[in-house]
């Protein structure tokens, strides 16, 4: 490819709507433009990147035993009905009707699709294992699309979906893609983390995220010091705190103005913040109230909650009116006193504590010498706090550190949730019906690409690991309009090519100064560059865009090299 024959339109100034610096960027270096809020068009540069992101994909899906599909983007709402996701993802899936009246929505995702597709097909244990995937759009209207590519409305996405006769053979499945997805993101040149994580709306058993470490991250990844123990903020699992054993004191109740925040509390009573005890008052979406306690120096972490009932969708913060409802004061609250029947959860930590403060359920009143053991009554006890830098590791007690990532990619093990709903079932070895065992395993194509631009970026603009760089090595004439310097950069072009090499060859009779930058800003992995030494001294020079290493060889050997120290990067 010519540089004068690729449209690649790249901007000086960093555009105001752009937050992060993968939106920035690709801005910045003509691969996209914002068409909608959430929507943008992939420009050549782009999407010759998405391109080699999903070879790899390809590769490794069709590996691992994956066998590529097309399913429809819009599906009828039947089949979502069926599975009762029709509701759950609520305003957030994109909902169309067509001249008839008849609802569908463009696909957020493809378990049910894929699932009715196997439903009538697959008759006997002998059609499976299975797997199949496909690489297409995805659709999700997000209330607040935001940081470019990182949550649009429009995405790539690669899913895969497995079919197993019983569990054991699920669980091959996820670790035949558990293990293609490393292979996945290693040959990608990223540094990420298989981490422990929540299903959320996809539902199933377990699941890990394949998350590439970046500052500009969503997540939360509590990792291990000492082991591989790694996982997400809201699956984090955590050992229970105990408190040094005490003499139970007797409850007593004292007064606490104004105190309607734990510190305020701890301050009023002169307390520690971890001799405290925490509420935080939810309602599900059925509008039911859930009571929960944390020390108070921990934070609650609702996805844990809401998983703990298996009517509870998703969780809102409780309104004055149902805590007090329950017999509780808002800023005030702890089990004691509650009306029987109010559900209420305490964090495992807290129920080893002696002798805390808790709200007494009146305003401007708190316990103290609150032993949980001994006052908490019909309480449900489980781990729902929030991981911390410096908890134990839950595999080998060493120290817990954190960091942030984006969530390039997930596989989930389903079991038989979609197959029981839609009634996919096959015949085993004895003639008996069974419902199918499922995976899902996504990655998201577009994503990826912004995550790789985030972890690898300097201030001078994008520096792309070579297996997904738009192209490998740029070659720059530093005058395009000097004949010698052009056929010698001519000449390394081509035999670049010949070497199976994705090259460019900057023509553009630009001053030397802007091929440079917008090479920077591009990324391109390797740039050798032919100036006047090249004519007169037969020196060309080779620099890595990573760290700026520099050799300089003849123009005879640049091509070679070149090839050599690819091999490298």
């Known amino acids: 490819m010519r540089a004068t024959n690729l449209y690649a339109p790249t901007l000086r100034e960093t555009p105001a709507e752009a937050e992060i610096k993968s939106h920035q960027l690709m801005l910045r270096a003509g691969m996209i433009r914002k068409a909608a809020g959430g929507l943008y068009t992939y420009l050549p540069l782009a999407w010759r990147t998405l391109k080699k992101i999903m070879e790899i994909v390809r590769e490794e899906m069709?590996?691992?035993?994956?066998?590529?599909?097309?399913?429809?983007?819009?599906?009828?709402?039947?089949?979502?009905?069926?599975?009762?996701?029709?509701?759950?993802?609520?305003?957030?899936?994109?909902?169309?009707?067509?001249?008839?009246?008849?609802?569908?929505?463009l696909g957020p995702t493809h378990e049910e699709m894929v699932t009715t597709l196997i439903r009538d097909e697959v008759r006997s244990y002998k059609q499976l294992p299975l797997m199949l995937y496909q690489i297409q759009n995805k659709y999700r209207d997000e209330i607040r699309p935001r940081f470019g590519l990182m949550r649009?409305?429009?995405?790539?996405?690669?899913?895969?979906?497995?079919?197993?006769?019983?569990?054991?053979?699920?669980?091959?499945?996820?670790?035949?893609?558990?293990?293609?997805?490393?292979?996945i993101f290693s040959r990608m040149g990223l540094e990420f983390r298989p981490v422990e994580a929540d299903n959320g709306a996809i539902?199933?058993?377990?699941?890990?995220?394949?998350?590439?470490?970046?500052?500009?991250?969503?997540?939360?990844?509590?990792?291990?010091?000492k082991c591989d123990y790694a996982a997400s903020d809201e699956k984090a699992e955590l050992t229970v705190i105990k408190a040094v054993e005490e003499d139970m004191k007797e409850l007593e109740k004292v007064s606490?103005?104004?105190?309607?925040?734990?510190?305020?509390?701890?301050?009023?009573?002169?307390?520690?913040?971890?001799?405290?005890?925490?509420?935080?008052?939810?309602?599900?979406?059925?509008?039911?109230?859930?009571?929960?306690?944390?020390?108070?120096?921990?934070?609650?972490?609702?996805?844990?909650?809401?998983?703990?009932?298996?009517?509870v969708i998703e969780l809102h913060m409780a309104t004055d009116e149902a805590i007090a409802a329950a017999g509780g004061?808002?800023?005030?609250?702890?089990?004691?006193?509650?009306?029987?029947?109010?559900?209420?959860?305490?964090?495992?930590?807290?129920?080893?504590?002696?002798?805390?403060?808790?709200?007494?359920?009146?305003?401007?009143?708190?316990?103290?010498?609150?032993?949980?053991k001994r006052?908490?009554?019909?309480?449900?006890?489980?781990?729902?706090r929030m991981?911390?830098?410096?908890?134990?590791?839950?595999?080998?007690?060493?120290?817990?550190?954190?960091?942030?990532?984006?969530?390039?990619?997930?596989?989930?093990?389903?079991?038989?949730?979609?197959?029981?709903?839609?009634?996919?079932?096959?015949?085993?070895?004895?003639?008996?019906?069974?419902?199918?065992?499922?995976?899902c395993y996504g990655i998201g194509v577009s994503r990826t690409m912004a995550a790789a631009i985030e972890q690898?970026?300097?201030?001078?603009?994008?520096?792309?690991?070579?297996?997904?760089?738009?192209?490998?090595?740029?070659?720059?004439?530093?005058?395009?309009?000097?004949?010698?310097?052009?056929?010698?950069?001519?000449?390394?072009?081509?035999?670049?090519?010949?070497?199976?090499?994705?090259?460019?060859?900057?023509?553009?009779?630009?001053?030397?100064?802007?091929?440079?930058?917008?090479?920077?800003?591009?990324?391109?992995?390797?740039?050798?560059?032919?100036?006047p030494k090249a004519v007169d001294e037969d020196s060309v020079e080779l620099k890595v865009r990573r760290n700026g290493d520099m050799v300089k060889v003849s123009g005879a050997e640049a091509a070679t090299r070149a090839v050599e120290m690819l091999k490298e990067l």
């Open 62 to 105: 069709d590996n691992a035993g994956g066998q590529e599909i097309a399913m429809p983007i819009v599906q009828p709402a039947e089949i979502w009905k069926e599975t009762g996701r029709w509701s759950v993802y609520g305003d957030e899936m994109f909902r169309v009707a067509d001249r008839h009246g008849r609802k569908f929505c």
């Open 203 to 225: 539902g199933g058993g377990h699941s890990h995220e394949f998350t590439v470490l970046a500052e500009a991250g969503e997540s939360n990844i509590a990792y291990c010091t």
């Open 375 to 384: 006052d908490f009554k019909d309480v449900i006890v489980a781990d729902i």
């Open 256 to 311: 606490t103005p104004e105190a309607h925040t734990i510190e305020l509390v701890a301050k009023c009573l002169n307390l520690p913040l971890d001799r405290t005890i925490k509420a935080v008052a939810f309602q599900s979406d059925k509008e039911e109230l859930i009571l929960t306690f944390v020390r108070g120096d921990h934070e609650v972490n609702d996805v844990k909650v809401a998983n703990l009932f298996d009517d």
């Open 387 to 439: 991981v911390m830098e410096g908890d134990a590791c839950p595999h080998c007690g060493a120290v817990l550190k954190m960091t942030r990532g984006i969530e390039a990619g997930q596989v989930f093990t389903l079991g038989t949730k979609y197959s029981e709903a839609l009634h996919a079932t096959f015949l085993d070895e004895n003639g008996r019906e069974k419902p199918l065992f499922m995976g």
């Open 456 to 531: 690898n970026n300097d201030e001078n603009g994008i520096i792309w690991p070579r297996a997904i760089a738009p192209f490998e090595v740029v070659v720059v004439p530093v005058n395009a309009k000097n004949d010698a310097q052009l056929n010698i950069a001519e000449k390394i072009y081509t035999e670049l090519k010949d070497n199976g090499v994705d090259v460019l060859l900057d023509d553009r009779k630009e001053r030397a100064g802007v091929k440079f930058k917008d090479a920077d800003l591009i990324g391109y992995p390797l740039r050798i560059t032919v100036g």
């Open 329 to 372: 004061v808002a800023g005030f609250m702890s089990p004691i006193g509650l009306k029987e029947g109010t559900r209420v959860v305490v964090d495992a930590t807290v129920m080893e504590m002696y002798n805390a403060c808790a709200g007494a359920n009146e305003k401007d009143k708190h316990y103290i010498n609150v032993n949980p």
């Open 152 to 183: 649009g409305r429009e995405f790539i996405m690669k899913d895969l979906y497995s079919f197993d006769k019983d569990e054991d053979g699920m669980n091959v499945s996820y670790q035949k893609m558990y293990d293609a997805y490393t292979r």
